[in-house]
């Protein structure tokens, strides 16, 4: 191997997706349509007609840890992400349990959606053609399906993901329009950001289910060695997917609820929760609009499951490469140049969770999805979290030319808020689950434990395999089209991980532990 391709992963198709493409794969995972046709009449029923000023909220939430976060994405190269930022910032013990929480969460975020894939394509059937169809071999076809998505290049994956979310927001849009161009049940009102209708017993409970709605908006960072020029289409992704997601959220919900009128959704969301956004379309669309919208929904389930089954490919070719995984998991195929053996690892691992549920008798979706997607839910929040501690830290730690605004104010900022949110969704989570209090405990339990295991693993790799240790979340040598970063508009015009007098990485191991 020449030496201009020594540094590169072994076959990863490298300046390939654009802004567009990446922000196709985070805003796919979140599953809009999904989430605003399943989980939003649920809001309105707790938060009242105040529920899209959550949405709002949220995002900008978001929006502020996504400051700090694509500033640190300029200065970190590695290819773990969310792990490395942890690592790099908070040391690599703590690294090395995010990791672990890593995987868990982003697996727990899609193997529970092939229980909703099951119910939901089972539903539609029904709906449509009056077909009752077992929702397992659904599920196990997933999989199957998901599978070769993810063994496909990361430009196929992107083309698909594409088509599938301009189908989505498309008939969420047609909603909208249909509504608005008719002056809904009453008139056009404001009335859902008056402070008297947001501010109410309920936003705590909205603000939790808000929250949950941008799962997957953060791995924008796991595609960097397959973005071009990731200093600039990293950031603009990131922002592009919570700003998009946060205002279609709260207009979808917005214009939903003058479908209905502010008097009467609330009773109308409480009376048929399942089908508010269907009974909506079917009135200012038509019929032909609800057929559509139940397709779609499947649709959507399944572009979510790509893109989470593509980031977790992402992570598991990222930790074999740091020899945390078996070194197989970093193969990557000689044409399509995809992670192909990680894919087919997480494939069999969600077969496997599939099929043990299944042979139990539990329901796909109020035990497939509800429990295996929570724990998954709050490792990524905890991540998040995590990692706007680490950016302080960070920045606190190495030279640099960033201003405070990036550096400190906005994730201390965002450290705080993603607490509290961390907070409402493991407080709110019986609203998640619908489950008994032993079986929330043991969910909300799952993410502490993965970190306490992760932080006796970095133990055991310092005294069992210390080179394995040393080079963990290490930085890739300065060559190539990152020598450009950090983006000329900041602050900085020299990256931080190589000022003039500094190593070649901005930590040494010895720092960073």
């Given at each position: 191997m020449s030496s201009s391709t020594s540094d590169e992963p072994p076959g990863l198709r490298t300046g390939t997706l654009t802004t567009a493409d990446i922000s196709f794969f985070v805003v796919s995972a979140a599953a809009p349509l999904t989430v605003m046709a399943g989980v939003a009449p649920i809001a309105l029923v707790l938060g009242g007609i105040g529920a899209p000023a959550g949405y709002l909220l949220a995002g900008l939430t978001l929006a502020v840890f996504a400051v700090g976060f694509t500033t640190m994405s300029r200065h970190v190269r590695s290819a773990g992400a969310f792990y490395a930022y942890i690592a790099q910032g908070l040391g690599k013990p703590l690294g090395i349990a995010a990791a672990l929480v890593a995987m868990v969460g982003y697996n727990g975020m899609e193997i529970g959606v092939y229980g909703l894939l099951g119910s939901a394509t089972a539903d539609t059937a029904h709906a449509l053609w009056g077909v009752d169809l077992p929702w397992l071999p659904i599920a196990l076809a997933g999989l199957l399906l998901i599978w070769y998505g993810g063994y496909r290049s990361i430009d196929f994956g992107a083309k698909v993901l594409g088509v599938l979310l301009v189908a989505e927001t498309g008939i969420l849009v047609l909603l909208a329009a249909g509504v608005l161009l008719k002056g809904g049940a009453h008139g056009i009102s404001l009335g859902s950001f008056a402070p008297g209708n947001v501010f109410v017993p309920g936003t705590a409970a909205v603000l939790a289910f808000a929250f949950s709605a941008f799962t997957g908006f953060e791995s924008t960072v796991i595609y960097r060695r397959e973005a071009r020029d990731p200093a600039r289409t990293i950031p603009r992704a990131t922002y592009i997917a919570v700003g998009f997601l946060g205002l279609f959220y709260a207009f979808v919900v917005w214009t939903v609820i003058q479908a209905f009128g502010d008097d009467k959704v609330v009773e109308a969301a409480a009376g048929d929760t399942g089908g508010l956004f269907f009974t909506a379309i079917t009135t200012y669309v038509g019929g032909w609009a609800a057929d559509l919208m139940h397709l779609f929904i499947v649709t959507s389930i399944i572009a979510s499951l790509l893109a989470f089954h593509n980031a977790i490919n992402r992570y598991g070719l990222a930790l074999a490469e740091e020899g945390v995984l078996p070194a197989a998991l970093g193969r990557v195929h000689p044409r399509h140049r995809s992670p192909y053996l990680a894919g087919a690892a997480q494939t069999v691992l969600?077969?496997?969770?599939?099929?043990?549920?299944?042979?139990?008798?539990?329901?796909?979706?109020?035990?497939?999805?509800?429990?295996?997607?929570?724990?998954?839910?709050?490792?990524?929040?905890?991540?998040?979290?995590?990692?706007?501690?680490?950016?302080?830290?960070?920045?606190?730690?190495?030279?640099?030319?960033?201003?405070?605004?990036?550096?400190?104010?906005?994730?201390?900022?965002?450290?705080?808020?993603?607490?509290?949110?961390?907070?409402?969704?493991?407080?709110?989570?019986?609203?998640?689950?619908?489950?008994?209090?032993?079986?929330?405990?043991?969910?909300?339990?799952?993410?502490?434990?993965?970190?306490?295991?992760?932080?006796?693993?970095?133990?055991?790799?310092?005294?069992?395999?210390?080179?394995?240790?040393?080079?963990?979340?290490?930085?890739?040598?300065?060559?190539?089209?990152?020598?450009?970063?950090?983006?000329?508009?900041?602050?900085?015009?020299?990256?931080?991980?190589?000022?003039?007098?500094?190593?070649?990485?901005?930590?040494?191991?010895?720092?960073?532990?």
């Open positions: 969600g077969a496997v969770i599939v099929l043990g549920f299944a042979a139990a008798g539990a329901d796909p979706y109020t035990q497939l999805l509800l429990w295996v997607n929570t724990p998954g839910m709050l490792g990524l929040m905890a991540l998040m979290l995590l990692a706007a501690l680490a950016v302080i830290r960070y920045f606190r730690r190495v030279p640099h030319r960033e201003g405070a605004l990036r550096t400190l104010v906005a994730p201390v900022t965002a450290a705080v808020l993603l607490a509290v949110a961390l907070w409402l969704v493991a407080s709110k989570v019986a609203l998640f689950t619908g489950a008994s209090t032993t079986v929330n405990t043991v969910l909300v339990a799952v993410v502490p434990a993965v970190l306490v295991l992760g932080l006796l693993l970095a133990h055991r790799l310092r005294r069992n395999r210390p080179e394995v240790y040393a080079r963990f979340a290490a930085e890739p040598p300065t060559e190539g089209a990152d020598l450009q970063c950090p983006h000329p508009t900041s602050s900085s015009s020299t990256p931080a991980s190589a000022p003039p007098t500094s190593p070649g990485t901005p930590l040494s191991p010895s720092t960073t532990d």
